[in-house]
């Protein structure tokens, strides 16, 4: 059986919709945030099986930036996180209301 | 062979994302995660992305889920585990989630299948190869860079300053990168630095409804 391109885009898009599912369902912020890495990687697995099929390879530099910019992104949200517990002393998503009236 | 390692890669990254979403246990998820993360790496090895494969094993899995899971023990989360799912958000995730793959799947069902065939049996740099051959650009022709293997294809993109043929450089968002894991790194320390002054409010309310929390907090603070 020979693979093609829609293998690994319907694979990206299973790996997409799970990270989705836990950003929904769980309540854990950190949880959710490895989630949020996860929904990265799906949207990163496409990018690098556009560019192996299309043989353009300026898609994995696409997502060699990307992975260099979710690595800062995640420094900082857990500096957040952290920050956000030493205030609270809670990292779930139900304690945090300070925003709603 | 081929079709083996991508269904063995496949799904066990599928498995293991189903695993961080459905772990009550915060530590086993990171784990899971990390293993993902490798099988990932494995698909992109069949993609002849070397490069990238290797990139995501050094900083997703090493650096990035490290960091997670440094996180996860020094904020000690068991106290929380209890708290159950609300029944309707979990119904809520599934039908965004059948929703998004209908129409990944009505869209996949549209493509064409030929092209996809036709495109897998070339080899890297093919196309290329054959569409530059006229083009001479810096001392090292395009073609001779497409004949190369990915990560010589990556550097060439990412560093090449001759952009005189129309062809995308990658020079400026590569400086502003390190521009943003600048900021980012301030960012971090000025987060985490503690500070002297006195607590605000919130804390105190939250300190009242729960007094357990006070010999935590010493450990906290060094």
Known sequence: ?101 | MNALFFWLFSGGMIVCALAVVLNRNAVASALCFTFAIVFMAGLFVMLSAFFLAAVQILVTAGAVMVLFLFIIMLLDLSAMEHIPRPKMWMGCSLVLALGFLLIVAKTLAGTPQGFVAQSSLRTPGQIHAARNEMETGDAITQSEVDQRDDTHRIGYLLFRTNTSNGRTSYVAPFEITSLLILVATIGVIVLCKQDERPRPKPREEITREAPPVEPKETSLKT
């Open chain 1, 1 to 101: 059986m020979e693979i093609t391109l829609n293998h690994y885009l319907a694979v990206a898009a299973v790996l997409f919709v799970i990270g989705l599912m836990g950003v929904v369902m769980r309540r854990n912020l950190l949880i959710i945030y490895m989630s949020l890495e996860m929904m990265l990687q799906a949207a990163n697995l496409t990018f690098v099986a556009f560019s192996r099929f299309n043989n353009h390879i300026d898609g994995q530099v696409f997502v060699f930036f990307v992975i260099t910019v979710a690595a800062a992104e995640v420094s900082v949200g857990l500096a957040l996180i952290v920050a956000l517990y030493r205030l609270k002393r809670t990292t779930q998503v139900q304690d945090l209301t300070t925003l709603k009236f």
